[in-house]
């Protein structure tokens, strides 16, 4: 734990996504540690982290606090491809190109520009990356992957909802996790890492994303200005994923896996894709799959991650991880290895400075609140 020499044997994960997944793939991996994860769907990412669009940059963060995140997680991205198989987890480099589509009829009949792959109705062209910074990961595939191979060395996974961490009576050790029907899961250290359900000051903003069935293999993802800005991550398995057109911050009260998904809003999405790809044969505009999901959000719109204090529902042995807002597929894995690392040692990896994510910069946080 944080303050004793000596390192966990077993940690309590408050949360099945991506960030709680990494980081018992992390902890296995590089400390011998071994988890049990908590989620109250039973099940591993039915949030966001399965619903994500699964889009990576290498650099489009630099100038910002998460630039480094970004550029450890892009790298390491690249290795958990190389390990896991990357047609596990469909992970693959592609390009990327932000597109002003034709809305007032001012392109010349015929011409299509330079560059653009599969978008017909497109005036001009910024190209945003190639397969150097670019690369994509299916998020549901990759936290499955991760899944199994942490399950293989021994990782559980409890249905429950988490209420608060178990302290020994006699000496206040922590012996792990209570959940409202009263068990207590066991553990030596506990990470909170669920989402916007995490903890007080969190907030979700909403997106709505549909996948449209593709005419063939596309390697373009498109970023259109115009139609309402709708996002196009085109997938290695003919498919096309869409979003766009986020709800505005709120409180979550809907149950993880079970968010409601508007008809009007998706048929928004579909229409603006339509609209700002020139409606042409490249996509077929009946979606296959419709859904929605929270990006967790702190106030500052930065991560929370690191130890948790005893005010916050912590203590000894209890830490967070949070807040990752639409980078959580990007930055999952350097926040694990960082998180892992200080869940075992004490110290977070040298790749990241994690002092701008510490949940001390927030006096009321409470947990599961």
């Not at 909170?192 to 069935?213: C, D, E, Q, R």
């Not at 799959?289 to 929370?304: E, N, R």
Request: with cysteine; aromatic share 8%.
């Amino acid at each position: 734990s944080s303050t004793s020499s000596e390192a966990p044997k077993h940690v309590v994960i408050v949360g099945g996504g991506v960030i709680g997944i990494t980081t018992a793939y992390y902890l296995s991996e590089n400390h011998g540690i071994s988890s049990t994860i908590i989620d109250i769907s039973g099940q591993i990412a039915p949030a966001a982290s399965g619903k994500a669009g699964g889009f990576l940059a290498l650099d489009w963060n630099d100038y910002g606090p998460v630039g480094q995140l970004s550029r450890r997680s892009f790298q390491l991205h690249q290795e958990l491809a190389d390990t896991l198989g990357a047609e596990n987890i469909q992970y693959r480099r592609l390009t990327c190109a932000g597109i002003s589509p034709d809305q007032y009829n001012q392109r010349p009949a015929g011409k299509k520009l330079e560059g653009v792959e599969w978008a017909e109705d497109a005036i001009g062209i910024r190209k945003l990356g190639d397969e150097e910074t670019i690369a994509q990961v299916h998020p549901k595939m990759f936290c499955d992957t991760l899944w199994k191979t942490i399950q293989a060395k021994g990782a559980k996974l409890v249905q429950g909802k988490a209420i608060g961490v178990a302290r020994d009576h006699d000496d206040a050790k922590l012996v792990g996790v209570k959940l409202q029907d009263g068990t207590i899961v066991e553990g030596d250290a506990v990470l909170f890492s669920a989402g916007p359900w995490t903890a007080n000051i969190m907030v979700g903003v909403k997106y709505h994303s549909v996948l449209l069935p593709t005419k063939e293999t596309l390697s373009q993802c498109v970023f259109f200005s115009g139609y309402g800005d709708p996002e196009v991550y085109t997938r290695p398995d003919n498919t096309a994923y869409c979003c766009g057109f986020p709800d505005p911050a709120t409180k979550v009260t809907e149950i993880p896996g079970q968010e409601e998904v508007r008809p009007e809003a998706v048929d928004r999405i579909v229409q603006a894709v339509k609209a700002a790809s020139g409606g042409g044969n490249a996509l077929d505009y009946t979606p296959t799959l419709s859904q929605s999901c929270y990006l967790p959000t702190a106030p500052d719109s930065l991560p929370v991650m690191g130890p948790l204090s005893e005010s916050a529902g912590g203590g000894d042995g209890c830490f967070i991880a949070t807040g990752h807002t639409c980078w959580g597929i990007l930055n999952a894995p350097a926040s694990a290895e960082s998180m892992a690392s200080l869940i075992a040692t004490g110290k977070p990896t040298s790749y990241v400075d994690m002092k701008p994510y510490n949940p001390a910069r927030f006096p009321s946080l409470k947990i599961l609140e």
